[in-house]
């Protein structure tokens, strides 16, 4: 069971997020677009991993990023669940995050938990994934996030972690997103930047996972 505070923690940072009026939150998106951009760990990388955002959920718009990555020609990929049984596996039963290839202004269609997802399913080459941009709801100084509480980028993160692969995991956000200390469990997977419209943080998170009460 997830800790006890984190569902109403949740709830007040969506309904934070979704006051932040839309031409302010596309103006964020690009600041924070042109701070991710000068980042070495995504210049430098050999594929990214991207999210692409939930417009009425006032996500961080990920359009500029991705533009301006394809731009550099790094290969992009983003998340897709199954929800099927196409990538089924016993161990993940809400289903599964999977990588597909990714073209800025590909046509998309609506998962059934409501983010958008190419309607054509090229499965991309995880093992070169060299950062994963990742969304969240909240995340705190030590870098652990709170998501929508699937679980989904923990148990993405990993699975990239168990097959050796270690990509920079970058959170992109609101910097009032941006919380001293949030509740976390053993499962959570930190994150080693944070870049929001004003900043870039980067994380240092505590060695011991028992992380805080
Ligand atoms: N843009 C985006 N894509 C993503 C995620 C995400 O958080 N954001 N995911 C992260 O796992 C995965 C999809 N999983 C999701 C799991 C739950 C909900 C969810 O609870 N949505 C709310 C509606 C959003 C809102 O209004 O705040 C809902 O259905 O009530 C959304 C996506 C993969 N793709
Ligand atoms: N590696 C894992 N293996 C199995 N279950 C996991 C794993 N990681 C997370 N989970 C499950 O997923 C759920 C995650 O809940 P939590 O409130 O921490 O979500 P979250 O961090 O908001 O989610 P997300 O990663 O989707 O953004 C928990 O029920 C947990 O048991």
């Not at 990742?134 to 996030?145: E, H, K, M």
């Not at 995991?169 to 469990?185: E, K, N």
């Amino acid at each position: 069971m997830p800790h006890r505070h984190k569902a109403g923690i949740r709830a007040c940072a969506i309904r934070a997020r979704k006051s932040i009026p839309a031409t302010e939150a596309l103006a964020m998106s690009r600041a924070a677009a042109l701070r991710a951009l000068a980042e070495r760990e995504l210049k430098g990388a050999r594929a990214v991993h991207l999210y692409l955002p939930m417009k009425a959920a006032v996500e961080m718009d990920t359009a500029s990023l991705a533009c301006g990555l394809a731009a550099m020609d790094i290969p992009l990929m983003v998340p897709v669940i199954d929800c099927g049984n196409d990538y089924r596996n016993e161990d993940e039963e809400g289903g599964r995050l999977v990588s597909v290839v990714y073209r800025p202004g590909m046509p998309l269609v609506r998962s059934c938990f409501g983010s958008p997802e190419p309607l054509e399913r090229s499965l991309g080459d995880e093992y070169m994934i060299d950062a994963v941009v990742v969304p969240l709801v909240a995340v705190d100084r030590s870098g652990y996030r709170l998501g929508y509480g699937k679980g989904f980028y923990d148990r993405f993160l990993a699975r990239l972690q168990h097959m050796g692969v270690r990509p920079c995991r970058i959170g992109f956000g609101f910097s009032m997103q941006l919380h001293d200390r949030l509740p976390c469990d053993p499962w959570d997977e930190p994150l080693d930047l944070f870049v929001d419209e004003n900043a870039v943080t980067r994380f240092y998170p505590y060695q011991d996972k028992a992380c805080h009460e």
